[in-house]
């Protein structure tokens, strides 16, 4: 290897690690937990919301937006299905009856997906112009939900591949470089500026779910200007975390988190299937059981859980996901003290499973993954149990402390027993009521 060339590759490696720092630095949390606190009370306590993927992908039934930017099928194609999104079943009511039914407390609404294709009269491309919806989807959406006290969400793709001054388009192609014609640029800055004001101002979202903050930095969308944009005409509106660290929450998508994230609000989005919109060759169905057991684990880490759903172009909602929801919806109407308005529960190493505790910590709730035929265990409680009543029936649990040391400060072993005929279907919660704030032992066990 010659001299040239050894420098050329330092050079490189030197560039990237600036590039990789200069994006970490980007992304880092920019907003102070305490500035929003008072404001994110309202998501906390929400636990669930859902995600409505909609648009013209659902005419042929390929991915939103990368189907072509992957070169799955031509931009030429994957336009020609503007043509054929009718939206002529489309019944908001009964879509904001099936959200309310689920539990829901929000629902976040693709605006407009990386296909730049709008849901509401906009831009060179949007539903009402290009489509024979021809008509607004957004309003009447917002307007079900609000009737049912449900907060409204407003799902906007940062990246528009459609658009003439965005540079991005397919994957190994882009119109021009950010650098080379700052103008342009600034002319898409201006276009996507303008759409979020028009958003802010005729559908006053609660939430914005901003998407693809990754193919540009904090500085190149203005993050800053579009925060402010929203917050001007929403001071209490949430902005999730997908606008380069200007955002209130952090969004982990489809893989569930090991541990509990780092920051105080999170939310996991989750498709139904294996696809965010309609596809009706997947098949990939989770079963109530899963996703019941998913958004118990998601809750227990203290976080929320955005379902998403794919409607038809006509508007109908897919009978599988109507199902998931209406039986995660009786779940949750079972055990709604176990979930909503609850905190994280109890550290990893206590309780095999996910669990919560009340706003006041006095009563803990158990989610007993798999309802298991023996008693469940429940290691290093300090407190007295008062009660255990198994939620949504009339049955208390009877408990049994063993080991415990009388001159001993730790705890003894408590095993609970559930009444068979007092079992969910899916996953029975218990609630202990404690002698007071939950008190955990943290020793080593013997004499400490
Ligand atoms: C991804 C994808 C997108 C999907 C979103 C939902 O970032 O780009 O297609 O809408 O996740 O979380």
């Not at 039934?61 to 009718?86: C, P, R």
């Not at 990893?348 to 919560?356: E, K, L, N, Q, R």
Request: proline share 5%.
């Amino acid at each position: 290897m010659t001299c040239k060339n050894r420098f050329g590759i330092s050079f490189i490696i030197l560039s990237y690690c600036m590039m990789l720092f200069a994006t970490l630095d980007s992304r880092a949390q920019q907003i102070s937990e305490d500035s929003i606190r008072h404001k994110m009370q309202w998501f906390a306590d929400a636990k669930l919301g859902v995600f409505i993927h909609w648009g013209i992908y659902a005419v042929n039934g390929v991915d939103e937006s990368w189907s072509f930017h992957n070169k799955k099928i031509s931009y030429a194609d994957y336009m020609k299905q503007l043509k054929g999104f009718t939206a002529k079943h489309y019944d908001p009511e009964q879509w904001a009856d099936l959200i309310k039914a689920s539990g829901a407390k929000y629902a976040v609404i693709t605006t407009k997906h990386h296909d730049g294709v709008a849901l509401w009269k906009s831009g060179p491309l949007n539903v009402v112009n290009n489509t024979p919806a021809k008509r607004d989807l957004l309003a009447p959406f917002y307007t079900a939900l609000r009737k049912r006290d449900i907060k409204c969400g407003a799902y906007f793709s940062l990246i528009d591949w459609s658009y003439k001054d965005y540079p991005g388009f397919l994957k190994d192609s882009t119109r021009y470089s950010v650098s080379a014609q700052p103008l342009r640029w600034k002319k898409f800055q201006e276009y996507n500026k303008g759409q979020i004001q028009e958003i802010s101002t005729k559908y006053k979202p609660d939430l914005w779910w901003f998407d693809g903050d990754w193919e540009h930095s904090a500085a190149e969308w203005q993050s800053p200007a579009i925060r402010n944009i929203i917050l001007s005409g929403n001071p209490n509106a949430i902005i999730n975390g997908r606008l380069q660290g200007y955002g209130d929450y952090e969004t982990p998508e489809q893989n569930f988190p090991v541990e509990k994230p780092a920051f105080p609000w999170w939310e996991l989005c989750m498709t139904t299937n294996a696809s965010w919109g309609y596809q009706a060759t997947d098949t990939l169905w989770k079963t109530p059981y899963e996703v019941i057991s998913i958004f118990a684990d998601v809750i227990g880490h203290g976080g929320n859980l955005l379902l998403d759903i794919a409607p038809k172009e006509d508007g109908t909602i897919p009978v599988e996901q109507v199902q998931i929801l209406k039986e995660l919806g009786e779940w949750n109407a079972k055990h709604q003290e176990a979930i909503f308005g609850t905190r994280a529960g109890l550290p990893a190493g206590h309780y095999y499973g996910p669990s919560t505790l009340s706003k006041d910590s006095s009563t803990l709730y158990l989610f007993m993954l798999g309802n298991p035929e023996k008693p469940i265990l429940i290691k290093g409680l300090k407190n007295k149990i008062q009660r255990i009543r198994v939620l949504g029936t009339s049955y208390d649990a009877s408990f049994k402390v063993v080991g415990k040391i009388s001159w001993s400060p730790v705890p003894g072993l408590v095993y609970v027993d559930i009444p068979s005929v007092s079992k969910d279907r899916y996953l029975t919660v218990l609630a202990l009521e404690l002698d007071g704030k939950v008190s955990l032992y943290r020793g080593k066990g013997g004499l400490q």
